[in-house]
């Protein structure tokens, strides 16, 4: 069992859907962060969330920050194929960083 | 400019053989980190190196070994390459340990033979 597990871990959509993505976990964090990493490249930040039940918005994309700090959501709105790739989770319930199991999302035109 | 680098890119060998990655960060960051994404996608953190303070994820053998000649390089070598050692590995820089954003380099595809 991994410290983040994310849902799910595979996501195949029409352009058009939405979707969301879950990270779980049952430590406390007190801050989560989403990545996205797409083909032959690195991770790279989408958003921080640091208080608990806080919402963020980046276009499309909705992420949310459970009460517990605990869990996290990302929703996304009419999704693109542009909005292909390897979701990732992290955060730091000490000084030691982790990442979720990942979701890997395709959409497909 | 290249925030993060890594060198090579591509990298393929034999069992039993010794390797390196390099590793630079432009950033001025005062923590590294070296990451291996497994087949399965999954990104787990090997070594973070922060002021001269290795933190060192006890799953990983000791034929692993970071080396970071100053703040901006932390290099990876590797002892006697087996064939489970295949994968893609980053480094990756952040300013400081715990939460903060964490910049990936490319990664390096590793195939051992």
């Known amino acids: 069992t991994q410290l983040l597990e994310q849902s799910p871990q595979f996501l195949s959509i029409q352009e058009g859907e939405n979707l969301t993505v879950y990270c779980n976990s049952s430590?406390?964090?007190?801050?989560l962060q989403w990545y996205r990493q797409e083909p032959g490249e690195g991770p790279v930040l989408l958003v921080t969330?640091?208080?608990?039940?806080e919402v963020k918005k980046l276009k499309r994309l909705t992420f949310q920050f459970g009460d517990a700090r605990k869990d996290s959501s990302l929703h996304i709105t009419a999704a693109q194929p542009g909005d292909t790739g390897l979701y990732l989770c992290a955060g730091a319930p000490g000084n030691q960083f982790y990442f979720g199991t990942g979701t890997s999302l395709t959409v497909i035109p | 400019d290249t925030a993060v680098s890594q060198t090579p890119k591509y990298l393929v060998t034999q069992m039993g053989n010794d390797k390196s990655i390099k590793c630079e960060q432009n950033?001025?960051?005062?923590?590294m980190y070296w990451y291996k994404q497994d087949s399965k996608k999954f990104l787990k953190i090997m070594f973070s190196y922060n002021n001269k303070e290795l933190i060192i994820n006890e799953t990983v053998p000791n034929r692993f070994s970071p080396k970071s000649p100053d703040k901006a390089h932390l290099n990876l070598h590797i002892n006697s390459l087996e064939l489970g050692d295949s994968a893609v590995y980053f480094c990756?820089?952040?300013?400081?340990?715990?939460?903060?954003?964490?910049?990936f380099g490319p990664g390096t595809r590793l195939t051992v033979l």
């Open positions: 969330v640091v208080t608990g039940g």
């Open positions: 990756a820089s952040s300013q400081d340990t715990g939460g903060d954003t964490q910049y």
């Open positions: 950033l001025g960051h005062d923590t």
């Open positions: 430590s406390v964090f007190s801050s």
